[in-house]
């Protein structure tokens, strides 16, 4: 799933430093990413996960890293398989 | 009972008055002579005004957003530049007062600012930026413990007669444009090189003028936690809240002034309804949605403070936006609403139903942050977020 997060977060991102310097824990925001940017990731996994992120996860904290984006994802996925 | 405490006890809104009845009898003046609204900014530093958000322990009363937003919205209906001054330093006090937590340097700062009745003013826009609050070109460079930062604002709100300036810059020269740091500056620790002249239609006693900022001071100076942490979670929500209240004070003025215009042709003409009554009971409607919209805005910020979830969630900057595009575009209508029943005596300066200086101001409101940017945003936002279509949520 990191490898998904990370392939769309280079296509969809548009940030200013290539994705793979940038560590699973490491703040997203501070690597240059844009809450515009953040949407287009965001509408791009919903695409690719057939989801649609659910209030609770639409904040800055769900997105500011790989990890976070990964937690988020496992739980919406688990409650759409519940 | 000393001066200072006898000022404190009584109630803010008294005290807020009092300073608004000194800043009206200026606002004609510094208008015309775009000046600083120096009078109006001593009466409130008189009335000690100036760091009542700051917590007690720290020398302030600890009020909160709302009784600000409602100094704001009375200091608005009597000069619209003491009021945007005042509420642009009330943004940068929220910020210090929630986001320095824990950093002794801006403790005692706060106390200062209580004591002394400091005035803060804020260096976010940079030449080259595109008006983008939360992207910086200029880094700082901490040196052991200094911290040095040039900077090519291109607008510092009345940058000159401020007692410090808190600065956004890069965290540090390798740093990406979002990730940030603000940093207080003492007016010991700059210099301004000025380099443009804020000659505007309205809001000409804000005095923002373009400088080059040179600053210097130990880098505990820095704030403790990212600006994008600060600008998400306080100054965006405040800054709309705060410029929202006192945008409805220019459009309350303009309301009161036509409402006497009404009252004086009734007089004139008993019995028959003077032609702009009935333009007159709809501004006192849009009126009523521009208050209604910032007291849910300042609900809702009441609701969410304390909680970085909420403050932070997709829907709160959703609902700050529209606060901020709602007001900003309405005042606009019911000034022209009360300039349409005024008539010749409100186009014209110098009557007691004058509105050009209150439609100058409020043309202001959706320049500041532009709303198309802002629209623009929350357009974004909109992709993924569903509105709230609850009445009371």
Redesign the interface.
């Known amino acids: 799933m990191k490898q998904t997060i990370r392939t769309l977060l280079a296509k969809h991102g548009n940030l200013?430093?290539a994705i793979d310097s940038v560590g699973d824990g490491a703040d997203l925001?501070?690597?240059?990413?844009?809450?515009?940017a953040s949407?287009q990731v965001?509408?791009a996994l919903?695409e690719e996960f057939d989801i649609?992120?659910p209030?609770q996860f639409?904040?800055?904290?769900s997105f500011s890293s790989v990890e976070a984006i990964e937690a988020a994802l496992s739980e919406i996925l688990k409650e759409q398989a519940a | 009972m000393t001066a200072a405490s006898k000022i404190t006890a009584l109630g803010l809104t008294e005290r807020a008055k009092r300073a608004a009845k000194i800043a009206a009898g200026f606002a004609d003046k510094v208008d015309i002579e775009g000046r600083f609204p120096s009078e109006g900014m001593e009466a409130l530093k008189a009335e000690r005004l100036m760091g009542i958000m700051i917590r007690p322990e720290f020398g302030g009363e600890g009020v909160n957003l709302t009784e600000i937003a409602d100094i704001c919205a009375i200091l608005g209906q009597a000069c619209a530049a003491t009021a945007m001054t005042y509420a642009m330093h009330q943004i940068q006090i929220a910020s210090l007062a929630d986001y320095a937590v824990g950093s002794s340097w801006h403790e005692a700062f706060q106390k200062r600012i209580c004591d002394e009745q400091l005035l803060i003013a804020s260096a976010t826009s940079e030449a080259g930026i595109g008006g983008n609050l939360?992207n910086s070109i200029c880094a700082i460079e901490v040196d052991g413990e200094t911290a040095r930062l040039t900077k090519d604002a291109t607008v510092i709100s009345y940058g000159a007669h401020a007692d410090a300036i808190m600065v956004t810059s890069r965290?540090h020269p390798d740093?990406?444009?979002?990730?940030q740091v603000a940093t207080v500056f003492l007016k010991d620790q700059y210099t301004l090189e000025q380099t443009s002249v804020w000659d505007t239609l309205g809001m000409r006693g804000t005095c923002s003028d373009g400088y080059i900022l040179k600053a210097e001071a130990p880098g505990e100076q820095i704030l403790p936690r990212?600006f994008?942490e600060i600008a998400?979670q306080s100054m965006l929500a405040v800054s709309h809240l705060l410029w929202g209240a006192l945008w409805y004070g220019i459009a309350a003025d303009a309301l009161a002034r036509a409402q006497s215009f009404v009252k004086g042709a009734a007089r004139k003409s008993p019995g028959q309804m003077p032609p702009g009554a009935l333009r007159l009971a709809e501004a006192s409607s849009l009126l009523q949605l521009v208050k209604a919209n910032v007291v849910a805005g300042l609900k809702q910020f009441d609701t969410c403070k304390g909680d970085?979830?909420a403050l932070?969630?997709?829907?709160f900057s959703v609902a700050m936006n529209n606060v901020k595009i709602g007001t900003s575009q309405t005042i606009l209508t019911i000034i022209n609403h009360c300039m349409l029943i005024c008539g010749i005596a409100g186009y014209k300066n110098g009557t007691p139903f004058s509105l050009g200086r209150h439609l100058r101001d409020a043309h202001s409101a959706q320049l500041m942050i532009s709303n198309d940017r802002i629209l623009g945003?929350t357009s974004?936002?909109l992709?993924?977020?569903?509105q709230d279509t609850s009445l009371l949520g």
């Not at chain 1, 925001?29 to 515009?36: I, N, R, V």
């Not at chain 2, 992709?383 to 569903?386: E, F």
């Open positions: 200013p430093v925001y501070d690597a240059g990413l844009s809450s515009f949407v965001m509408l919903e649609e992120f209030e639409l904040n800055r904290k | 939360r965290r740093a990406a444009h979002s990730d990212p994008a998400a970085s979830d932070n969630a997709m829907s945003n974004t936002m992709l993924v977020n569903k």
